[in-house]
């Protein structure tokens, strides 16, 4: 199957914990994106990587760090959990900047 | 400041009947303006996607108009099915290096 694909889809854990959520694409896409939905379903973006180089960081606390091993992962790892980060995050990918973006599954994150 | 605004926030209809869903935008410069249906649970799913000279784009009983002069953006479904029953959420590219702006969305509801 040709998609974005999110692990986990589920993850719930307590504050001050680290935690990682994992993104593979197989479209061939050289451009990748961590999205954050909250309770009230507004999409903000977080962050954008083209062919493996940051070229969006929106106005993140650097408790969150994507890390990008190849131009199909783009991994999103973040310290120090807080019960604001409970949210719906969603992974996309596009052909290029501008171009159609294909989203993941999401991976619901609830911090205790 | 760049802005969608979307309306209604949520609408009830019966199944078979049209809807029309509204979409304003003050983003400036324009590139383009994209419509995507997010299921519950689901990542958002792209409809149509409309550049500044387009004044209409469907897709299956989807279709979406553009006035790019007065900044307004619609989507009508026609004889709606249960299946519709989604969040639509209104995207606007502004042009050059800049991520996406989205709208809060309209939940629409098709009841049996």
């Known amino acids: 199957d040709t998609a974005v694909s999110q692990t986990p889809k589920y993850l719930v854990t307590q504050m001050g914990n680290d935690k990682s959520i994992k993104c593979e694409q197989n479209?061939?896409?050289?451009?990748m994106y961590w999205y954050k939905q909250d309770s009230k379903k507004f999409l903000k973006i977080m962050f954008s990587?083209?062919?493996?180089?940051?070229?969006i960081n929106e106005t993140v606390p650097n408790r969150f760090s994507p890390k990008s091993p190849d131009k199909a992962h783009l991994n999103l790892h973040i310290n120090s959990l807080e019960l604001g980060d409970s949210a719906v995050y969603f992974c996309?990918?596009?052909?290029?900047?501008?171009?159609?973006?294909?989203f993941g599954p999401g991976t619901r994150l609830t911090v205790t | 400041k760049n802005q969608v605004e979307q309306s209604p926030q949520s609408l009830i209809i019966l199944e078979g009947k049209n809807c029309t869903l509204q979409?304003?935008?003050?983003?400036?410069?324009?590139?383009?303006l994209r419509w995507y249906k997010q299921d519950t649970g689901r990542g958002p799913v792209s409809l149509t996607i409309?550049?500044?000279?387009?004044n209409t784009k469907s897709n299956g009983r989807y279709t979406a108009t553009l006035d790019a002069d007065t900044k307004q953006s619609s989507l009508h479904i026609t004889a709606s099915q249960l299946s519709d029953s989604a969040s639509y959420i209104c995207?606007?590219?502004?042009?050059?290096?800049?991520?996406?702006?989205f709208g809060k969305g309209t939940r629409l509801s098709v009841i049996a």
């Open positions: 996309a990918s596009s052909r290029g900047r501008g171009y159609e973006q294909y």
């Open positions: 479209l061939g896409h050289d451009t």
């Open positions: 990587y083209n062919n493996k180089e940051l070229i």
């Open positions: 979409c304003n935008y003050t983003v400036s410069p324009f590139s383009n």
């Open positions: 409309m550049t500044f000279s387009e």
């Open positions: 995207v606007v590219r502004l042009s050059g290096n800049t991520p996406l702006v």
